[in-house]
């Protein structure tokens, strides 16, 4: 059994169908991908966040998708996180990353926000950035678009093509991390990546 007891899986995004399918919100994907395997509902809410509670793989976890908006995410997921008596040791964030090439996932066990605002949030929350990370790689645009446009925008159809196989390899980080521990996932997923066609 690892160390490590993440037991509250968070995935950041925007509520709302106009948001539903854009860049930034590929984090609320890996959870919904993770609550359809698992057979686990996103059924309850407090301090304005949707969760369910479950096992995935035997492991007891909390689900969880704040529904502030991202740059307010901080505040509902640090009360969530006292209300169920955890810890950040215990918090694992799955975001969305433009530092990060589409098809690449990342994970860290802390750090700064990287200029990510629902990141951002969650530091100023719990006072600092101790908590792990599943960064999910978007890419940078292509052309001169601007950075807010771009992850509030919805997948090329290049990456279309290949979001599913992203979304399910992120699933299986998560998976690997609950079972195996942190290090185990760093190590089985830093040199994966999903290749978009060049044309």
């Known amino acids: ?32 991908r993770l609550a359809q395997t698992h057979q686990l509902t996103l059924n309850r809410r407090k301090f304005k966040v949707v969760f369910g509670l479950g ?19 901080g505040p509902a997921i640090r009360d969530l996180t006292h209300f169920f008596n955890l810890d950040k040791k215990n918090l694992l964030v799955i975001h969305d990353d433009i530092d990060l ?7 860290k066990q802390k750090g700064g926000d990287g200029g990510h605002k629902g990141v951002k949030s969650l530091i100023e929350a719990f006072g600092n950035g101790a908590f ?12 001169r678009q601007e950075a807010r446009a771009y992850v509030l925008g919805r997948f090329d159809t290049n990456q279309e093509k290949l979001l599913d196989d992203v979304i399910t390899m992120a699933q299986d980080a998560v998976e690997t991390i609950l079972l195996k521990g942190l290090k185990e996932g760093m190590n089985r997923f830093s040199r994966k990546e999903i290749r978009l066609e060049r044309g």
């Open 1 to 32: 059994m690892p160390e490590d007891r993440f037991q509250l899986i968070v995935g950041l995004g925007n509520p709302g169908e106009a948001y539903r399918l854009t860049r930034h919100n590929v984090g609320f994907m890996v959870v919904d």
């Open 55 to 73: 096992k995935v793989d035997g492991r007891s976890v909390i689900l969880a998708k704040p529904m502030t908006f991202m740059n307010m995410s």
């Open 101 to 107: 090439v589409f098809g690449k996932i990342k994970i």
């Open 132 to 143: 792990a990370r599943l960064r999910v790689g978007i890419g940078r645009p292509q052309t």
